[in-house]
């Protein structure tokens, strides 16, 4: 089974891919960031993009590992925007503020997850990506704080987790081996500039599009 949902990701990855004829999104009319898309989020104070990998904590949970990076070519930086488990967003329909949703790390099918456990370079609170094939708990849902009607693709917004009320944040801590360089993400209770990201590169979904079967959103 392992095998088969690992074929099932790069399939999908890579029909994603091919379909992005320029992953900058600068052809698509879109002006929204919309359920469906597979996006790069950059933190705009530190420069580096949320970043995931098949390496875990070596404190902590143990699981895998959140971190930053400022390559903005890394493929393990994209991830794919869904709505609620039981209540899953419509495809193509644009994320309105406020909303609750889940952040897909593409490669390895692990939701952006935290919970009471302390970072382990700033102290602040662990970040990770959990689950398996999409599918973890109620600590993956990430409310999208921002200013206008809907999720603007050029806006700067934070994420503050549902459960337990920190926004999703980078302060410039760096890990060594063996992810030497890459940034500590972490979960800090105020808002404040270490917590603002912008939608970069990606596939921004329409309505008319079938690149992700409902199901799977």
């Known amino acids: ?109 692990r939701n952006l997850h935290t919970h009471h456990f302390s970072s382990p370079l700033s102290n602040n609170q662990e970040v990770s990506a959990f689950g398996e094939n999409g599918e973890g708990d109620n600590l993956d849902l990430w409310t999208v704080q921002c200013d206008a009607v809907h999720w603007e693709r050029d806006e700067s917004v934070r994420f503050k987790h549902v459960g337990t009320d920190v926004f999703l944040s980078v302060t410039g801590e760096q890990f060594g081996h063996p992810i030497r360089g890459q940034r500590e993400v972490h979960g800090m209770s105020s808002s404040n500039q270490h917590n603002w990201w912008r939608a970069m590169e990606g596939v921004f979904i329409q309505p008319s599009q079938e690149l992700i079967r409902h199901d799977e959103l």
């Not at 992005?20 to 929204?32: H, K, P, Q």
């Not at 993009?49 to 404190?59: A, I, N, P, Q």
């Not at 930086?77 to 039981?86: D, E, H, M, T, V």
């Open 1 to 109: 089974m392992e095998i088969i949902h690992t074929v099932q990701v790069l399939v999908r990855s890579l029909l994603l891919l091919l379909l992005c004829s320029n992953c900058d999104g600068s052809e698509s009319e879109l002006n929204y960031v919309t359920c469906g898309s597979l996006v790069k989020l950059l933190n705009t104070r530190h420069n580096v993009r949320l970043h995931s990998h098949d390496v875990k904590y070596g404190s902590g949970s143990g699981q895998q590992s959140v971190t930053g990076v400022d390559n903005a070519d890394d493929a393990n930086s994209y991830w794919q925007i869904r709505g609620k488990p039981n209540l899953p967003c419509q495809r193509g329909v644009a994320v309105r503020c406020g909303e609750s949703i889940r952040i897909t790390h593409m490669k390895t099918g």
